[in-house]
């Protein structure tokens, strides 16, 4: 059965910093994208970030490049979002999700129960 757990969410004011982490079993962890979406209240589910397992390449959502970095140990089965100079808009609850899909903003695939990030002004 594949799981994917995150952790690492919490509350933080303006401009902090906060990293989350994603621990995945069941599959076979480097063929697979892995990424992380957020949901913020009566919004849907919206793509942050995302790293490819054939080659390594990062992508991410406008409103985050230059903050969040996205990043992965397939010796661990882990996938990692750093978050630096948060903002109250980044409120949500962050989802890690894992699909062989080559779309990295794509809903399919697998999905984490998620973890509250909460950012305060």
């Known amino acids: 059965q594949v799981q994917l757990v995150e952790s690492g969410g919490g509350l933080v004011q303006a401009g902090g910093s906060l990293r989350l982490s994603c621990a995945a079993s069941g599959l076979t962890f480097s063929s697979y994208t892995m990424g992380w979406f957020r949901q913020a209240p009566g919004k849907d589910r919206r793509f942050v970030a995302a790293?490819?397992?054939?080659?390594?390449?990062?992508y991410y959502t406008d409103s985050v490049k230059g903050r969040f970095t996205i990043s992965r140990d397939n010796a661990k089965n882990t996938v990692s979002l750093q978050m630096n100079s948060l903002k109250p808009e980044d409120t949500a609850v962050y989802y890690c999700?894992?699909?062989?899909?080559?779309?990295?903003?794509?809903?399919?695939?697998?999905w984490g129960q998620g973890t509250q990030v909460t950012v305060s002004s």
């Open positions: 790293i490819s397992w054939s080659d390594g390449s990062t």
């Open positions: 999700n894992a699909k062989k899909s080559t779309v990295p903003a794509g809903l399919g695939g697998y």
